[in-house]
């Protein structure tokens, strides 16, 4: 077998050239850093995948040798019962790692400083204690009088009582020569806390106030502030109304009392913030060849990218703005899915990976995972200059926005318009996890039961044996979807059952009309029966998006 030209996926890591602007934005902040007296935070505000990795690693190689760089990963030590103990031993770790270079003087003095933070360690975890409940549940306990105890010598009044102030003493101590050795600055980068649950990054950010009355220390934190405010609502339920929907009244203006309440919780906290601007559309090019460069792509590879995905990439900004880490996950949904099935038509799979990808057109992309086949004539006839020919599909799509109906009939879509049979490409997709499977097959459930009742009302004179076989469909779909879905499934519709139970009135035998003595009365008999489950099949449908815009939220703008 020749060899073929290497395939990447592009790593979701943060960019060692950043673009953008980001080199200018990290040279001004390490600036800051390097010139102003310490025991001050920076924040670094933005959403999910906007680039505060990126941009908190460029500060970091800007600041130079004199600053022991400690990089601190939040989420991977959110199981901890105490997070100030990780914290604390990442720093001693970072000291040890900034000596290894000096001479063995220096080494010795900043050695020694390390080990008084391993014993402040020391002391903070001799007052855990694990406590094993229920199977598998785990209960922690704190000793604080143990802890005081390991860091100061038990019994002497002149001692600290509070195991904060025992560590404060004990730290600062640690920390006073490390100028004298040639250490400036102890710069902390807390990063990946929108992976924390919201509590364990508030208690993040709760550790790092021991921090700021130590000499020495700046702490640069990448923050979505959503997270902050998910937070306030989970720790502070009541006080978050009050007091902030006051301060917000008070201003006359109308803001979230948990959203003003994270804001003012967030300016006590970061004494210099920065918010990374939205990428928008026109930067694209740049940060597409910024992710090509980087990634070291094969020209085949490149060549693929530039010349069919990119007119399909430009509609995944959503008002106008770009998340690189979307456009990463983009390009590698499209890359696993050519690389499983080569015989897809790749000009099909750009354009409905394309709609799976914006979640405000997911009611479309939800309308084709339902009746692929209704979807394919309706898209014939939209393109043709039928405004509404997407209503049949959902009430929804009665009105198409601007921004689809210009994709929708530009010559990206030509292929999806023109395919025989959608069922493989959405099959494809789906199985790079844009939606749950027991979501998926509900909807083809769902669709199947549609398709029944457009061929029945398609004929001219149903028979007793077309309504038998609209009866059998219908009490099919509902068994299908009663075995698939328990309230253990998660994103059970707490409604389905309900709706479920109205198929099955609708086709038992017990409950339906007197078999009519004339052809009319069959024909009224199967119009109502026909209207009666295709009204439930909608509310069904309608159910099924609300439970998938529940599991996969929007992203934020």
Same mark, same amino acid.
């Given at each position: 077998? /020749?060899?073929?030209? /290497? ?73 901890? &019962? ?52 229920? &199977? ?20 002497? /009044? ?118 990374? &601007? ?16 980087? =990634? ?27 998340? /690189? ?132 009302? =398609? ?99």
């Amino acid at each position: 077998m /020749p060899p073929t030209d /290497p395939v990447k996926i592009l790593i979701d890591s943060p960019s060692v050239k950043p673009s953008l602007g980001f080199e200018a934005t990290a040279t001004a902040l390490a600036q800051i850093i390097r010139d102003s007296p310490p025991r001050f935070a920076v924040g670094i505000f933005g959403n999910w995948g906007s680039g505060k990795t990126t941009l908190m690693h460029e500060i970091d190689r800007k600041l130079g040798k004199t600053v022991v760089s400690v990089q601190f990963n939040a989420w991977r030590y959110e199981r901890e &019962p105490q997070l100030l103990i990780p914290l604390l031993d990442t720093v001693r770790g970072a000291l040890i790692e900034w000596a290894a270079e000096k001479d063995a003087d220096t080494r010795e003095r900043v050695r020694s400083a390390a080990r008084k933070v391993g014993r402040i360690i020391r002391g903070l975890a001799a007052g855990l204690s694990g406590e094993v409940g229920l &199977p598998g549940a785990v209960k922690v306990t704190y000793d604080v009088g143990k802890s005081i105890d390991t860091l100061t010598m038990s019994g002497e /009044p002149e001692q600290p009582q509070s195991l904060y102030v025992a560590a404060f003493r004990e730290l600062s101590q640690a920390f006073t020569d490390l100028g004298a050795q040639g250490v400036a600055k102890i710069v902390v980068f807390v990063d990946d806390l929108d992976r924390c649950l919201p509590d364990n990054a508030l208690d993040v950010i709760e550790s790092m106030k021991l921090f700021f009355d130590l000499p020495g220390f700046v702490f640069v934190v990448g923050l979505d502030e959503e997270v902050v405010q998910r937070a306030v609502r989970t720790r502070f339920p009541e006080m978050s109304g009050r007091a902030a929907g006051t301060a917000a009244a008070s201003a006359g203006v109308a803001v979230a009392p948990e959203t003003q309440m994270a804001r003012d919780y967030l300016e006590k906290i970061f004494q210099v913030p920065y918010r990374l &601007p939205p990428m928008v559309a026109g930067q694209l090019k740049d940060l597409l060849e910024a992710m090509y460069n980087e =990634a070291k792509l094969s020209q085949v590879q490149l060549s693929d990218f530039r010349e069919h995905v990119a007119e399909h990439l430009q509609y995944v900004a959503v008002r106008g703005q770009i998340n /690189p880490r979307e456009v990463k996950r983009f390009l590698n949904t499209y890359t696993l899915q050519t690389l499983v099935r080569p015989h897809l038509q790749r000009d099909i799979v750009l354009p409905l990976q394309t709609l799976a990808f914006r979640y405000d057109w997911r009611v479309l992309y939800d309308a084709i995972l339902t009746d692929s086949i209704l979807f394919s004539d309706a898209l014939i006839r939209y393109r043709n200059g039928d405004d509404r020919a997407f209503e049949d599909l959902s009430p929804e799509l009665g009105t198409v926005q601007d921004e689809l109906a210009t994709y929708l009939r530009s010559a990206a879509v030509d292929k999806l318009a023109g395919a025989d049979s959608l069922d493989l490409y959405v099959t494809s997709l789906e199985s790079t996890g844009r939606t749950p499977s027991w979501l998926t097959s509900a909807y083809r459930e769902i669709g199947r039961l549609r398709l029944e009742i457009r061929r029945i009302r =398609a004929i001219d004179s149903p028979t007793v044996a077309d309504r038998d076989a609209l009866n059998r469909t219908a009490s099919e779909v509902a068994s299908k979807l009663e075995s698939q879905l328990s309230p253990d499934v998660p994103g059970f519709p707490a409604a389905l059952p309900a709706l479920l139970g109205e198929i099955r009135t609708i086709v038992d035998p017990a409950q339906a009309a007197p078999q009519p003595d004339s052809q009319d009365g069959l024909q009224q008999l199967i119009t109502d029966s026909l209207a009666r489950l295709d009204d439930v099949a909608t509310r069904i449908y309608r159910t099924l998006r609300i439970s998938r815009s529940a599991l996969a939220p929007a992203p934020l703008p």
